[in-house]
Nanobody, 114 residues
Framework: QVQLVESGGGLVQPGASLRLSCEASGMIFSIYPMAWYRQAPGKQREKVAHISPGGSTMYVDSVKGRFTISRDNAKNMVYLQMSSLKPEDTAVYYC????????WGQGTQVTVSS
């Protein structure tokens, strides 16, 4: 059974940084792409960043230059380093992998507010 467990969210001020972590189990982690999504109140869930098994990355325009996705295949971990956070980054952040029909983590809340 695939499981994804996120951690690292919290309440921070604008301009601060946070690193989200996602630990995967029950899958051959190194061969699957991984992604981070987010969902703000009243909005649709959107893909924030994606990383291929080989480490190629893509980002939604609104986070380019501020967020960095990375993975550690030896630890079955994927990370999202977030810098220069803005109030509009406030959302629940989810880890996702397309194994079978796809699996989601439980989400971690990120709140950016002064």
């Amino acid at each position: 059974q695939v499981q994804l467990v996120e951690s690292g969210g919290g309440l921070v001020q604008p301009g601060a940084s946070l690193r989200l972590s996602c630990e995967a189990s029950g899958m051959i982690f190194s061969i699957y792409p991984m992604a981070w999504y987010r969902q703000a109140p009243g909005k649709q869930r959107e893909k924030v960043a994606h990383i291929s098994p080989g480490g190629s990355t893509m980002y939604v325009d609104s986070v380019k230059g501020r967020f960095t996705i990375s993975r550690d295949n030896a630890k079955n971990m994927v990370y999202l380093q977030m810098s220069s956070l803005k109030p509009e980054d406030t959302a629940v952040y989810y880890c996702y992998t397309l194994v079978g029909t796809g699996y989601w983590g439980q989400g971690t809340q990120v709140t950016v507010s002064s």
